[in-house]
């Protein structure tokens, strides 16, 4: 058994996996992060438009979105290209991915211009929706400290780090950070997404099989916020501009 599975078995239910936040992935990008949670690796790259989809440019606010995919051999056997459009899961993933990162931006600061978030899964192993929030964080913090060192605004526009983890029961026990192996598993599987101040941004949970108590979904939110305040910590280190 490789050496790292037998870490992965070894770790305890309120940690996470190994975890790399990698700036600047991406050379040609306004900001960039691979970022690492476990073996699933998640490419994001932020693009900056000095423009607004139509609906808004009267707003004098700015956009931030994202778009999500898996490369074909992400996964254990090859995933066909979503050539027609993306899926219903990735839809969902995607509109995740932008309100996740909206909720900590000031749009009004921002200007009329938008930020595309890319995320690209290089391997997946469980957890690629928190990790592409948790990378596009970063990512779009660096594309927006390249906007102010042209001088486009003064104010810095990300008021917060965001982040998002998984958790779920595992044999009747909280854990936090779950791989393929657990989530496939798991009674319960939830993701939660939240600020580095600790506020909640959005909560998905599902009971696989027998519903599950308030208690058990109180620690569940405890363990993912307990969670997302390591992540915040790691995002800080690379974005010092957003104060705790």
């Known amino acids: 058994m490789p050496s790292e599975t037998l870490e992965r078995l070894g770790r305890g239910e309120d940690e996470l996996r190994l975890i790399k936040l990698e700036p600047d992935a991406v050379p040609y990008a306004e900001g960039s992060c691979l970022v690492h949670f476990g073996n699933t690796r998640v490419l994001c790259a932020a693009s900056v438009e000095e423009k607004v989809p139509s609906w808004r440019e009267s707003s004098g606010l700015g956009w931030v979105t994202a778009e999500y995919g898996m490369l074909p051999r992400s996964t254990h056997t090859r995933r066909r290209r979503e050539r027609s459009g993306a899926d219903g899961r990735t839809s969902e993933i995607q509109r995740l991915i932008g309100r996740s990162l909206r909720s900590v931006c000031d749009l009004g600061a921002l200007g009329p211009r938008t930020v595309i978030l890319d995320c690209d899964v290089l391997q997946a192993d469980g957890g690629t929706r928190t990790a592409a929030v948790t990378g596009g964080c970063v990512a779009l913090g660096l594309a927006l400290r390249s906007l102010r060192e042209l001088g486009r605004f003064e104010a810095f526009p990300l008021r917060d780090v965001v ?82």
Request: proline residues 5%; aromatic residues 2%; charged residues 25%.
């Open 163 to 244: 982040a998002a983890i998984s958790v779920g029961l595992v044999g009747a026990r909280p854990m936090l950070d779950l791989d393929y192996r657990e989530d496939v598993t798991a009674q319960v599987d939830m993701n939660v997404v939240g600020t580095g101040s600790g506020r909640l941004v959005e909560v998905q949970g599902t009971a696989e099989g027998d519903p599950f108590s308030r208690e058990a979904l109180d620690q569940l939110l405890d363990l993912g916020l307990h969670g997302i305040g390591l992540l915040a910590r790691r995002q800080r280190e690379l974005l010092p501009e957003v104060l705790p």
